[in-house]
C-alpha cells in the first residue's frame, strides 16, 4: 500500500518525486508495472519491506524491515542499463560514507565493509511502447540486525547498524542518496561516459586484488586489472593474458 509521496523540486531528474510504500513484492517490479511514457523521469518507488526483492543473477535479495529498498527509474538516450548500474555503485558508497560506514566498491557494484556486502544494485533496462527505460533498484542493509539476514549470509553480509552506533532514519539515508544519485545522472547526461567510468576505476577497491571469475564459459583466476571503457573489469591471469568480466561470480581471493 502507498503510504506517502514525497516531492523535491529543487532536484534535477533523479527523486524529484518519492512514492514510499509499507509492502511490496519487489520495487524493480512495481516500477516496471507503472511504466508510461509519460511517467515522471526520477520517480522513485520506496518500500519498507518485500516480499519477493530480487538480487542480481536470479538471486533473492532479503528484504526485511529496517532495511532500506528502493528503484529510481530513467529513461537514458543509450540503452545503458548496465553502465548505470556500474556507475549507480559510486553514490551508495558515498552516502555509506556520509553516515559513518568506510564501505568499498567491490566490481561491478557491490558496497562493501572490511569484505561483508552491506548494499547492491539491481539495473534493469526495458522497453515500453518503443522507450527505453531504465530501472535501477537499490538494496541497503541500513537497520537490519544481521540475524534477521539469511543464516547463510551472515558470515559474508553486514549492515550499518551493526558497524555504526548512530542511528541513521532511513527517510535520510534515501534523501542523501538521492542527491547524489541526481548529480551523477547529471553528470552521466552531460558528460563522456569514459570520464566517468574512470572515476568509478578511481573507486573501485577491487583494482589490484586477487580474484576469481566465473561466467558461463568457465573460471578465469587473476589479478583485477583495468576497467576497460565499457566498463567491463579486466582481470589479467597467470600467463598475463587479459580477459574482460562482466556478469558472472566475482571472488576476491586472499
Ligand atoms: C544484488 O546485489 O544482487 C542486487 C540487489 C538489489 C536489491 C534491490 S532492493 C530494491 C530493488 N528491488 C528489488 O527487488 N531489488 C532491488
Known amino acids: 500500500m502507498k503510504i506517502g509521496e514525497f516531492h523535491e523540486p529543487n532536484r534535477k531528474i533523479v527523486g524529484r518525486s518519492v512514492w514510499h510504500y509499507d509492502l511490496l513484492e519487489?520495487?524493480?517490479?512495481?516500477?516496471k508495472e507503472l511504466l508510461e511514457p509519460d511517467l515522471e523521469e526520477g520517480l522513485v518507488i520506496w518500500a519498507d519491506r518485500q516480499s519477493a526483492g530480487k538480487g542480481r543473477q536470479g538471486r533473492a535479495w532479503a528484504s526485511p524491515p529496517g532495511g532500506l529498498y528502493a528503484s529510481v527509474l530513467l529513461r537514458p538516450k543509450e540503452p545503458q542499463a548496465w553502465v548505470l548500474g556500474l556507475l549507480a555503485g559510486m553514490p551508495v558508497v558515498k552516502a555509506l560514507r556520509h553516515f559513518g560506514v568506510f564501505a568499498g566498491l567491490k566490481y561491478p557494484n557491490d558496497a562493501v565493509y572490511q569484505g561483508r556486502k552491506i548494499a547492491g544494485i539491481l539495473s534493469e533496462g526495458v522497453y515500453r511502447r518503443e522507450t527505453y527505460h531504465v530501472i535501477i533498484g537499490i538494496g541497503?542493509?541500513?537497520?537490519?540486525?544481521?540475524?534477521?539476514?539469511p543464516p547463510d549470509l551472515q558470515a559474508t553480509a553486514t549492515t550499518m547498524k551493526r558497524e555504526v552506533n548512530l542511528f541513521v532514519a532511513n527517510d535520510e539515508f534515501l534523501d542523501y542518496l538521492l542527491s547524489q544519485l541526481d548529480d551523477l545522472?547529471?553528470?552521466?547526461?552531460?558528460?563522456?561516459?569514459?570520464?566517468?567510468?574512470?572515476?568509478?576505476?578511481?573507486?573501485?577497491?577491487?583494482?589490484?586484488?586477487?580474484v576469481s571469475a566465473t561466467t558461463s564459459k568457465g573460471t578465469v583466476t587473476g589479478r583485477a586489472y583495468d576497467i576497460a571503457p565499457n566498463g567491463a573489469l579486466i582481470i589479467m591471469d597467470e600467463a598475463n593474458a587479459k580477459h574482460e568480466f562482466v556478469e558472472g561470480q566475482l571472488k576476491i581471493l586472499p
Open 26 to 31: 519487489s520495487t524493480n517490479e512495481t516500477a
Open 185 to 210: 545522472y547529471s553528470r552521466y547526461r552531460n558528460t563522456k561516459i569514459e570520464f566517468l567510468i574512470k572515476e568509478y576505476r578511481g573507486q573501485c577497491t577491487t583494482i589490484g586484488k586477487r
Open 140 to 149: 541497503v542493509n541500513t537497520n537490519v540486525d544481521l540475524d534477521r539476514l
